[in-house]
C-alpha cells in the first residue's frame, strides 16, 4: 500500500464558496485570488471550479503564464505587479494585468514604452504601510500612468490590514476615498473578510482568497457559520499503535508524559509534509470517525494521537488531519497559527486526489 496522507480537493466546494461570494457581492466583479498555488490546492486542479470567476488574480508571474498557456482567456491580475523591467515583454505578451504600487514601478513602465495597453491598478497605502502609494501621491500617479496612454484601463485598489477586526474597515476605507476622490476609475478594496463585509466595505471589484477555499477569514467566526465549505480534507491513517503504562513518554523530548495507562496511535503526516511542528499536545484530529488530541511531538513523517477514549481505533484507522468534520482553523488556531499558512504549507510529496 502507498503512503496513506492525500490531500482530498473538492471542486464542488470551491464552485459552491465563490457561489457565495457572489451572493454577499452582489453586482461586483470577482477576481479569484490563486497565489501560491492556489493556496496549497493546485492551480490547475481547481480551475475549472473557478469558470465562474470574472478573472484571476496571484502574485508568480511564471504561473501567469501557465494560466495563459492553458487556455485561460479572462483578465489576470499580478498582485505585485512586475519585481523588474525585464518582465514587461512578457506581460505585454500575454495580455496580465499589474498592481503598481511604487515610483519605480511607474519609471519602468514609462521607459519600456509597451506595444499594447497594460491593464494597471494603483495600489494606496491606507495605513497597512506594507505595499503602495501614499495618499497624496495617488492622483498625480494617476495622471503619469494616464499620460502614457498605454497604462489602460487604470484601476484603484487597496488592502485591509484588518477587515477581521471590529472598526478595521472605516478608517482605511475613508482615506481610500479621500485619496481617490474624482478618480474616475474602478475600485477594488475587499478581499474575504471584507467580502462578508461588503455592505461597510464595497467596491466594483472584489478579490476573494481563502473564502473560496472553505476556511475563514476571520479569528473566532468559523467557516461554517459563514457558509463556506472545506475544499481540501487531508487524509491519513494510523499506522502503528502503542501501549503506554503510566510515565510513559511519546516522541522526540519526551513533551507527553502518560497519566495513566494509554494507547498512542501512530498517524502517517508530520512536518515534512506540512503538518505544524509546534502543534501542542491536544491539538485535534479525528480518528475513526472520533475527535481525539495529539499526543507528544509532531515530528518530520509521523504524529501521535491518544486513542484511550476511541477503543474502536486500531492501525488501518482512517484519519482527519483537517477538513471534513474539522476545520482547518480549528487545528491553525490550536498551533498558533491561521488556516491559510497550513493550506498554504502542503508539501510536494503529499498525494492529492481531485473528487469527480
Ligand atoms: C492574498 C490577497 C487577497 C486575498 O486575501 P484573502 O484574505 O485570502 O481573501 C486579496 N488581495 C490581495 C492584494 C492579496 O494579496
Keep these: 500500500m502507498a503512503r496513506p496522507l492525500v490531500a482530498h480537493i473538492d471542486p464542488a466546494a470551491i464552485a459552491s464558496n465563490l457561489a457565495r461570494v457572489r451572493a454577499l457581492a452582489p453586482g461586483a466583479g470577482v477576481l479569484a485570488v490563486v497565489k501560491a498555488n492556489a493556496y496549497g490546492h493546485g492551480l490547475t486542479r481547481v480551475l475549472p471550479a473557478l ?4 478573472g484571476l488574480a496571484l502574485i508568480e508571474l ?3 503564464v501557465r494560466l495563459r498557456d492553458a487556455g485561460y482567456r479572462r483578465p489576470i491580475l499580478l498582485l505585485e505587479g512586475f519585481f523588474e523591467a ?4 512578457e506581460i505585454v505578451a500575454r495580455s496580465l494585468g499589474v498592481v503598481v504600487h511604487c515610483a519605480d514601478q511607474v519609471r519602468m513602465l514609462e521607459s519600456a514604452r509597451p506595444a499594447a495597453p497594460i491593464e494597471t491598478w494603483v495600489k494606496v497605502n491606507t495605513g497597512m504601510n506594507r505595499l503602495g502609494f501614499a495618499l497624496r501621491e495617488v492622483a498625480g500617479v494617476c495622471e503619469r500612468l494616464e499620460a502614457m496612454g498605454t497604462a489602460a484601463p487604470l484601476r484603484l485598489m487597496m488592502h485591509f490590514a484588518g477587515a477581521d477586526e471590529e472598526g478595521g474597515i472605516a478608517g482605511p476605507l475613508a482615506r481610500f476615498d479621500d485619496a481617490c476622490r474624482g478618480l474616475p476609475y474602478a475600485r477594488s478594496v475587499a ?6 463585509r461588503y455592505a461597510e466595505a464595497g467596491g466594483d471589484i472584489v478579490r476573494p482568497g481563502i473564502m473560496l477555499y472553505g476556511a475563514t477569514p476571520f479569528v473566532g467566526r468559523s467557516a461554517a457559520a459563514l457558509g463556506l465549505v472545506p475544499a481540501m480534507t487531508l487524509r491519513s491513517r494510523v499506522i502503528g499503535v502503542q501501549t503506554l ?5 511519546v516522541g522526540y523530548g519526551a513533551t507527553f508524559v502518560a497519566p495513566r495507562p494509554m494507547r498512542i496511535g501512530v498517524v502517517a503526516c508530520g512536518y515534512a509534509d506540512g503538518y505544524p511542528r509546534h502543534a501542542p499536545n491536544g491539538t485535534p484530529a479525528i480518528v475513526a470517525g472520533q ?8 515530528s518530520m513523517d509521523m504524529l501521535t494521537v491518544d486513542l484511550s477514549d476511541a477503543p474502536q481505533a486500531g492501525p488501518g484507522s482512517d484519519v482527519v488531519l483537517w477538513g471534513e468534520g474539522l476545520p ?3 487545528v491553525a488556531a490550536a498551533a498558533g497559527t491561521v488556516g491559510y499558512e497550513l493550506l498554504c504549507a502542503v508539501a510536494p510529496r503529499v498525494a492529492f486526489v481531485t473528487a469527480a
Design 51 to 54: 469558470a465562474a470567476a470574472d
Design 245 to 249: 503504562a503510566t510515565g510513559d513518554c
Design 62 to 64: 511564471d504561473a501567469a
Design 86 to 89: 525585464a518582465e514587461l515583454s
Design 328 to 330: 482547518v482553523d480549528e
Design 291 to 298: 475527535r481525539v488530541g495529539i499526543a507528544g511531538r509532531v
Design 191 to 196: 478581499n474575504s473578510a471584507g467580502i462578508v
